[in-house]
């Protein structure tokens, strides 16, 4: 069954410096998401994607953070000048046509940061 | 403002027994609903949804979930909990005014299935 990947599992970086996650969405979905989870709590949105360009962002998602479709196959999330509060889990998500009309999100595994 | 809410941090439950985990929401226009899965340091696994017709509906792992428009509720059920069963529940909702496919999560349920 076609998934999400996710690159790297988990990441420890020092506050300041610039991280990059990415992500392989499956193959044939139009939609791409970016959402963090801390420490097992609630999952919160930061962004979403469409047409190659961003379609709605929250908050969180502030000029530090960009995305990024270099290809036709990676979706890349990155962190310009990383905060102690960063440190989440980040999941990547695809969907075909977008939950908006009924179509299911798949998630991918996770991409645990740490900031120290 | 458009809201998902479960009231349980927890739900214990012994094996073998029906389990119920709450879901209620707050959305304009017509939600789609769904639930996922998260097992321990592991990703979101989808469960089911609710776009339209019956109220009842059927996912993995013999769970199943019931739609009510009227209390705006999507309560995740099954009738015989598994100890493998026992993970973090999460109900999510796109609301019907939303054009991007942002899902809104609830808080998170964890579920503790005991022997």
Known sequence: EPEVTQTPSHQVTQMGQEVI??????????????YRQILGQKVEFLVSFYNNEISEK????????????????????KIRSTKLEDSAMYFCASSLQGAHSGNTIYFGEGSWLTVV | AQSVAQP???VNVAEGNPLTVKCTYSVSGNPYLFWYVQYPNRG??????????DN??????????????????????????????????FCAVS????????????????LQVKP
């Open chain 1, 21 to 34: 996650l990415r992500c392989v969405p499956i193959s044939n979905h139009l939609y791409f998401y970016w």
């Open chain 1, 58 to 77: 929250s908050e969180i998602f502030d000029d530090q953070f960009s995305v990024e479709r270099p290809d036709g196959s990676n979706f890349t999330l």
């Open chain 2, 8 to 10: 349980e941090d927890q």
């Open chain 2, 44 to 53: 979101l696994q989808f469960l089911l949804k609710y776009i339209t017709g």
């Open chain 2, 56 to 89: 009842l509906v059927k996912g993995s792992y013999g769970f199943e979930a019931e739609f009510n428009k009227s209390q705006t509720s999507f309560h995740l059920k099954k009738p015989s909990a598994l100890v493998s069963d026992s993970a973090l529940y």
């Open chain 2, 95 to 110: 609301p019907g005014s939303s054009n991007t496919g942002k899902l809104i999560f609830g808080q998170g349920t964890t």
